[in-house]
């Protein structure tokens, strides 16, 4: 079977490497990490499955139903725009209310000197919410634990982990991010609300919570899996554009790096969304400025607004742009690093029992208390400018100059930035005009600590985003920069935080445009726009050297197997035959119910071909591919014949396109809960109606590169290899997700692993994280 | 060959339709209107051709080289950056300086109260201007007229019209846009500017060019379809970011309007190249802004403030945005729909000679002069407000009072918008606290004007965009919607001409992230953002309904087979064999000169099956294809077999993969030019080395619309069909980009075009364009 041609090649790497290797097994892992429980992962079904049973549901709709179809889409996105909206809107009424009762008792005991209470009171508030958090994460909802952009990542690439988008998900973590959020450690909100309205686009898509007796039948056109996939890439945008109130970076979050496959028309929904989100926000703004929110209820959404009279840069200052660029490209990398081996200890932490979860939780907690209260000790109080813009110190509320310790007319530069939320301490830092502000010693105390918090603080197993960390740690580092190079150029040293905010960003999520948008809506000012792209280039470039980006660090670490859109240059080396494993299992066109019975029971398989063979035709020929869910609903119903013969029109009127349905996660049927009689067992089902008649296929000879780019490109779960001459069967094997990951091609060549093909990346010590899983 | 089950098929669309049609020739024309000259169409080669040939060429390349290809790609977009950013800036400023001298010598005559000379004075120096860019683009290079967005959209979807990147289009296109904009004509510099950058794309992609000489050998690591590709995708961001300084804004619109494909590697490529061009022009302003740049010469690019004090809008406000969106989605297809109209007329008046192209350039012009000079009088003259923030009349110079033929003391405002340029009359549209600087009849007479005057002006042979065209208009009936419905809402006029000009271009382009963010970067406000992504979204909703976007019109007035995303539901209801067509040319893996060459001279195919037949192996197999390029190169070579034998690997040292690099456009060899002796003619080619070993198939049985996903989302040229059912031969036919044109389906199956299975758009009369070509 391997080419003619081949024999004079020269290298051994093109030489047919598996000759009879078809019924090895594909061994790769096919379970994950999700919160910390290990479960089985599924494809999903991106492609149309056209069967004829499709294409007579397709002709039976009639207009009326198409354009309540298309209707129904844009009311989602409403639906999913205004929830997210509401939410977002919420949860940081809840963060800046709890989080401003904390500050306020323990500010007014500092008032009286009574600093030992002050301490006991914020230290134990902030457990009791650390451990509200995590208690409820870890007991309800493990899956709410963590960022949840990698799963929502996943799944967008086709990777479906069960539990991650359930009604049960959403509200943990809702919940528990509120509360780890308010606990004042060192995580993000950002993460979490991509998240969210990931679950809140996947629930309306599958009309509810079946579980919860939620459940709509007139969504029954979005129970498949490309329209719920297009429902949470809205959630997603949604999400990012509620946390940040960043519509245009939103969209372009999920399109850069959330999403897997990008039409046009995806494009049009998700910045509907967006657009949706902005205005519930803008409208709630307006509603709680009127000061009918509470006293800490302002509702403003983060925004930093950097003054713009105080940027007049000429091109000299593209220099120390790059400068904070490098740096927070070395930076970057390192805590991508430097978290991997954290996460590594902790999931080992994590596998003991529930109890060491929960004290970890409690350590990190009590840790960060006593930093955020202690460190400020260290610092020398300062005398207050003469002209500062606001009051100093400020006492009661949120502002540049924090009193702490220090006598009056003083204040605490490290309180400033460490006695605060993490808005207010990233509005401090941003803020202009205030390049006195901060002592030296203060602002690398302040970069240090908060480097390692929230490294040490993201594995914890509550709802914890990675954004807002990263833009305190980066804007601090920039501030560091800006001090240190400052008297050469003429930036400002707020201008110096919000370049550092961007390379950090850069060098540890590795996003460009995307990020660079959120960074201007944030900061509400365009003409940032040319330094902000120096920085984050710079960063990106410098990283991508070292490792990659840290959502596909954790996704690895959690076992998803994400299909990359690139390329290796070992797979152009192989064919598509020398990866394919087996045992491969055929059903025949009409086939007996025992033998479907007993391949389903025997095997794990999703995809089975259909085969017509003599007598049915002349020679074996190929009719399609069906699916597990299909034969499942075939078994359930009973509907069997009693002869082999083709069921013709009868299966439409015996069955309705509903039945055929994409469940919803977690209620698909399971053969062992099926029983037939013996009888039963001994009928046929004609499957030619319910098989996709229009399967993708490639050549057994086909590069496994190319194979790679139909695969991910056309977004497929089963592509059937057929043989390049026909010797008896019509089919040769079928390639999945698992067959294209790199452990598995190598695991079947090894010689590929030493061989030059590899890609060019320094390596650091990562792919051990792999083994270890 | 008919599946057996579908005999019980109720519609007589699954009928397979066509039974033995494959002798049929697709007739679909294979040409295009690209200026004025009808030139034939070839699909470009996105597909990496894995042939033995080019992974020798991969395993041969060092690490070194590898490198060196990484860093001339950045290199390459650097220099597109910069270039583009040079020239937009010179565009910018020989317009600001001609049409500066033109206003000048105009409004001093006019001060003179010389009023008949000084029409005669303007109206001469516009018919000089545009004449000039006329014959220059006429006679020159007639691909330089337009636009140019449709060109660089077709040939990023794959679509090679010859004669549009050459250095010859560039210069004309630089030159006749500055003059065709500097005459008064209501034509932009967005589009010129976006065919300006791929065009310096193209040529740096392919090392200069040939034509004069200007080749550099380093750079043949880019002489492939697929590096070009990228690299016009980055010129055409490079170009867009130049003509508005919007860089984040260039690359969206690079991949919302222009790309067919993307990859995440692009994204950050055209990002870094319009960061480069963000900071040319900011050093260039930089520069100017010291007065070196002579009298009109502030290098300012367009660039609006709206104000942002002025902004405080409302949930209330969202009415009106909504309000302009719908007359904005009308006015925009009822522009596409006149636009359509003018150019078919034009096109015929075009045919006739090139005399009468430039009469009818002149007629425009002078069309223009008279309008822009002839209706400010029918103004009355307001007097000048007591509290008006800048000078008024203002006088020898822009600004928002202009005196015309007015008294002392009072303005012309009529003039102060048609006697500006382009830019100067958004300016004044767009700025704020000036609510009652416009009459009613003023504004709406201009708007009438431009409406028209922009129609009529596109046509014309001269480089002309839509893009500003399209924002007057859009700024005008944004303020006639602002005063009348102004009072109920608290929101500035300026503010609604800005929300007018989003919603007039999205009805008429139906961009949306792109264009908002351009929107945003030109005014360089970000609160605005909500309300303009109503406007956009309603209005681009209700456009949508009546007829597709201007440049997808213009594509196919142009004939260009542009192949869309979207699967039209009478594809899921044919197979791949419905409309596969013949004649099939195949070669054999050893074949003779004399076959290939009289192949090549009969037939216009550009791929070649290649099948192994006995005695080579036992039975047909199918081996790869081979492209007509290769197969000119091995024939012009002349290093043939006297004996059918594998080459192996003598191959690699006979031939060198630069000989197999792609020709720049318009330098292919030709079958005809090559002669060879009866000799010649009987030995032998081992196709073998040379064929792409790895082509895409699909069974015959594939639906149409899945083999139209593959083809698309891969990228493709050729697809294979193969049969379902092995009777001998390995091969059924090729598809290619013309058989998925709908033009082509249906002609094939005319019984489709009255099914119900077309779309559900609102028809109007434009599918004749087609028909008319």
């Known amino acids: 079977m391997s ?100 500050f306020v008792i323990t500010s007014d005991l500092m008032l009286q000197r009574r600093f030992l209470l002050a301490f006991v009171v914020f230290c134990s508030s902030n457990l009791v919410l650390t451990l509200f958090s995590t208690i409820f994460t870890a007991f309800i909802a493990p899956a709410a634990a963590g960022s949840g952009i990698p799963e929502v990542k996943a799944y967008l690439n086709g990777v479906d982990a069960p539990g991650v988008f359930t009604l049960r998900t959403l509200i943990v973590k809702v919940i528990g991010s509120i509360t780890a959020v308010s606990s004042s450690l060192l995580v993000g909100k950002a993460g979490p609300m991509v998240h969210i309205g990931a679950c809140v686009g996947s629930l309306l898509g599958q009309g509810g919570s079946k579980q919860y007796g939620l459940t709509c039948k007139w969504l029954h056109f979005f129970k498949n899996d490309r329209d719920r996939r297009d429902l949470i890439t809205c959630g997603a945008a949604a999400g990012m554009a509620a946390a940040f109130r960043a519509p245009v970076g ?32 803008r409208s709630l703004i307006d509603f709680c400025l009127s000061g009918k929110c509470g006293p800490f209820g302002k509702g403003g959404l983060i925004m930093f607004d950097v003054n713009p009279t105080s940027i007049d840069y000429h091109l000299s200052n593209v220099l120390p742009a790059m400068i904070i660029g490098v740096v927070g490209g070395i930076l ?13 200890v902790y999931s080992m932490i994590h596998e003991k029992c529930i109890q060491y979860k ?98 040490f603080s993201y594995g914890i197993v509550a709802p914890a985003g990675l954004f807002v960390p990263n833009i305190v740690i980066g804007a601090s580092y920039g501030r560091v920069v800006g001090m240190m190079v400052g008297k050469y150029f003429t930036l400002d040293h707020g201008l110096y935080a919000v370049l550092g905010a961007a390379s950090f960003l850069g060098g540890s999520m590795r996003m460009t445009v995307s ?53 290796e240059p070992y ?35 999703n995809g089975f071909p259909v085969v017509d063979e003599p007598p049915y035709s002349e020679a074996p020929v190929l009719y399609g591919i069906i699916l597990r869910d299909h034969l499942l609903t075939l078994l359930k119903k009973k509907d069997f014949l009693s002869a082999p013969m083709a069921i013709g029109d009868d299966a439409f009127k015996r069955f309705s396109a509903d039945e055929f349905a994409k469940k919803g996660s977690g209620n698909s049927d399971k053969i062992e809960d099926l029983l037939f009689t013996e009888e039963e067992l001994d009928m046929f089902i004609d499957l030619h109606p319910f098989s996709n008649a229009s399967p993708y296929t490639v050549l057994e000879t086909m590069s496994l ?69």
């Open 515 to 567: 990020l660079c948008v959120i960074l201007l809506e944030l900061t509400n000012n365009l003409s940032l726009l040319p330094l902000v792209m120096v920085s984050l280039l710079m960063s990106k470039m410098i990283a991508d050297a070292f490792n990659p980006n840290i959502y596909d660090i954790i996704m690895k670490a959690k076992g998803f197997p994400y299909l990359k859109n690139h390329v």
């Open 3 to 102: 080419t003619d041609y081949s024999n004079g090649d020269c290298e051994s790497v093109h030489q047919p490497l598996l000759h009879s290797g078809r019924s090895r097994i594909n061994s790769t892992s096919q379970v994950a990490i999700v919160g910390a429980n290990v479960c089985p992962i599924e494809s999903l079904d991106y492609e149309i499955i056209e069967n004829e049973f499709f294409k007579q549901d397709w002709r039976s709709r009639r207009k009326i139903q198409i354009l309540q179809y298309v209707s129904m889409k844009w009311v989602l996105c409403l639906l999913i725009g205004a929830i997210v909206g509401v939410v977002g809107f919420f949860h940081n009424l809840a963060v800046e209310t709890l989080a401003g009762i904390k």
């Open 358 to 455: 929960i004290l970890l939780a409690c350590v990190i907690s009590i840790i960060t208390s006593c930093f955020i209260f202690g460190l400020p000790w260290l610092a020398s109080c300062r005398p207050c400018p003469v002209d500062a813009a606001e009051e100093c110190p400020t006492i009661g509320r949120s502002g540049n100059y924090k009193k702490f310790q220090c006598p009056p007319g003083h204040y605490n530069d490290l309180a400033s930035l460490f006695f605060n939320t993490c808005g207010d301490a990233i509005k401090n830092l941003f803020s202009t005009n205030t390049d006195e502000e901060f002592a030296y010693s203060s602002m690398f105390t302040f970069f240090i600590s908060c480097f390692f918090l929230s490294i």
């Open 250 to 281: 939103g969209v372009l979050f999920a399109f850069e790096e959330m999403a897997s496959w990008w039409r046009s028309a995806l494009l049009w929904r998700t910045f509907f969304t967006t657009a949706v989100v902005a205005i519930v926000l």
């Open 705 to 773: 590169g190319k194979a790679l780019t139909i695969f991910r490109n056309v977004g497929l779960r089963h592509l059937l290899v057929i043989p390049r001459v026909f010797n008896g069967f019509p089919v040769v094997g079928i390639l999945t997700r698992h067959d294209f990951m790199p452990e598995h091609i190598l695991g079947l060549h090894p010689s590929l692993e030493r061989s030059r093909w590899r890609g060019l990346r320094i390596k650091l010590p990562f792919r051990s994280l792999v083994a270890c899983k």
């Open 571 to 605: 797979m152009r080396q192989l064919t598509v035959g020398d990866v394919v494993t087996g045992p491969l299992h055929v059903f025949n066109g009409i086939e007996k119910v025992r033998n479907i019975v007993f391949i389903l029971r025997t095997s794990s398989h």
């Open 332 to 344: 970057g990398s390192l805590y991508n690093a430097l978290l991997t081996k954290v996460l590594r």
